[in-house]
């Protein structure tokens, strides 16, 4: 039977594809901070989910949980390092601990849960990691320089593990998900295009990880946008944005 480590389960996307491999029949392992968060999780699946809580800005404590669900529940098949955080970002009033504690939890968070499952993985030459990045990789955004900068980097980090980790028999694969209705992007306060819920992403992702396909990239339409934005020159891509986003200042 598939065993699944996810963290960042305990609300959002996590917790959504918790619960859909849970109803196939996986066994799941959930990690976050809040404790509470994952029992509820846990109890709404009848048992197949199991709360592991743990921070994931903690690498030796983030080990000794992947160490613990090992043995208690068995070598891990799939870890989606989906736990992750945004808050905006104005250069204009720039203030470098924001972009400290977004690269602390997106990038070295990832790092952290990468360094806890892959010597498993490498060992058994086997295994299947999915990196939860964002379309916001894809181009820098106007106030989310923080979270931009993480997340590009949490996708130049799959690319590249990606190659290394062909060679030992373990596939590594990036999700760059759209506009999610989840606690996190409630706190928005613009209209996000193309919004979607939380179910319908974690039927996507799940899809993506019993694919071949590197990038589970959704929805479909959006993304197609956003890769013609990413092809436009410099010249054409920040007056069309700065346009689309409400910034005007300086690209008349
Ligand atoms: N929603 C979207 O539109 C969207 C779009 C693109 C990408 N994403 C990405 O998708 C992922 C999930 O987003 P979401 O919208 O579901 O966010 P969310 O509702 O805020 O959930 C984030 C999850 O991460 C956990 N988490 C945060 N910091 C953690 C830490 N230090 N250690 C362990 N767990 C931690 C939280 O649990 P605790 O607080 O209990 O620790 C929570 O379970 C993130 O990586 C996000 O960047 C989201």
């Not at 946008?225 to 300086?250: E, I, N």
């Given at each position: 039977?598939?065993?699944?480590?996810?963290?960042?389960?305990s609300?959002?996307?996590?917790?959504?594809?918790?619960?859909?491999?849970?109803a196939?029949?996986?066994?799941?392992?959930?990690t976050?901070r809040?404790?509470?968060?994952?029992?509820?999780?846990?109890?709404?699946?009848?048992?197949?989910?199991q709360?592991?809580p743990g921070?994931?800005?903690d690498?030796?404590?983030?080990?000794?949980v992947?160490?613990?669900?090992?043995?208690?529940?068995?070598?891990?098949d799939?870890?989606?390092?989906?736990?992750g955080?945004?808050?905006?970002?104005?250069?204009?009033?720039?203030?470098?601990?924001?972009?400290?504690?977004l690269?602390?939890?997106?990038?070295?968070?990832?790092?952290?849960?990468?360094a806890a499952v892959?010597?498993?993985?490498?060992q058994?030459?086997?295994?299947?990691?999915?990196?939860?990045?964002?379309?916001a990789?894809?181009?820098?955004?106007?106030?989310?320089?923080?979270?931009?900068?993480?997340?590009?980097?949490?996708?130049?980090?799959?690319?590249s593990?990606?190659?290394?980790?062909?060679?030992?028999?373990?596939?590594?694969?990036v999700?760059?998900?759209?506009?999610?209705?989840?606690?996190?992007?409630?706190?928005?306060?613009?209209a996000?295009?193309?919004?979607?819920?939380?179910?319908?992403?974690?039927?996507?992702?799940?899809a993506g990880?019993?694919?071949?396909?590197?990038?589970?990239?959704?929805?479909?339409?959006?993304?197609s946008?956003?890769?013609?934005?990413?092809?436009l020159p410099?010249?054409?891509?920040?007056?069309?944005?700065?346009?689309?986003?409400?910034?005007?200042s300086?690209?008349e």
């Amino acid at each position: 039977m598939t065993h699944l480590w996810i963290t960042g389960a305990s609300q959002g996307i996590g917790r959504a594809v918790a619960l859909a491999a849970a109803a196939r029949g996986w066994t799941v392992s959930a990690t976050a901070r809040s404790a509470a968060g994952l029992e509820n999780l846990a109890a709404e699946s009848g048992g197949r989910i199991q709360a592991f809580p743990g921070d994931i800005t903690d690498r030796a404590g983030l080990a000794a949980v992947v160490a613990a669900i090992e043995a208690q529940r068995g070598p891990i098949d799939i870890a989606v390092l989906n736990a992750g955080t945004h808050e905006p970002t104005d250069g204009a009033a720039f203030d470098a601990a924001v972009y400290d504690h977004l690269i602390k939890v997106n990038l070295t968070g990832t790092v952290n849960s990468l360094a806890a499952v892959l010597p498993g993985f490498t060992q058994r030459r086997a295994g299947r990691v999915a990196l939860v990045s964002s379309v916001a990789a894809y181009r820098g955004l106007p106030k989310a320089g923080a979270y931009c900068a993480s997340k590009a980097a949490v996708t130049a980090l799959a690319e590249s593990l990606r190659f290394d980790l062909a060679a030992v028999g373990v596939t590594v694969q990036v999700v760059h998900p759209g506009f999610v209705r989840t606690p996190l992007t409630d706190r928005n306060r613009f209209a996000m295009p193309s919004l979607i819920e939380p179910d319908e992403a974690a039927a996507h992702i799940l899809a993506g990880l019993t694919s071949s396909r590197f990038e589970i990239a959704f929805p479909r339409g959006f993304i197609s946008m956003l890769k013609l934005l990413r092809l436009l020159p410099y010249r054409l891509y920040f007056p069309l944005v700065a346009r689309r986003t409400g910034v005007s200042s300086g690209f008349e």
